[in-house]
């Protein structure tokens, strides 16, 4: 896991859809689970949503506790 990666989703805000604005690692769970179904966009943006989607999935938001 790359640090850089983890800083990222504590800081980054979605910026579009339903939770504009909000924090990368604050997003809800089911909003993941639905990207994951869909398919996570293109890009920077995708590649953090689909990490923190792993993260979430299994038990892992320990690791960003520390960078809030």
């Known amino acids: 896991m790359q640090p850089e990666l983890l800083m990222q989703l504590t800081r980054m805000r979605m910026p579009y859809g339903k939770y504009k604005g909000r924090i990368l690692c604050d997003l ?12 996570f966009p293109e890009g920077k943006l995708g590649m953090l949503l689909h990490t923190l989607y792993e993260i979430k999935l299994n038990g892992l938001e320990y690791l960003l506790k520390p960078l809030r």
Request: glycine share 8%; proline share 17%; aromatic share 24%.
């Open 28 to 39: 809800p769970e089911p909003y993941l689970v639905w990207y994951h179904n869909k398919g």
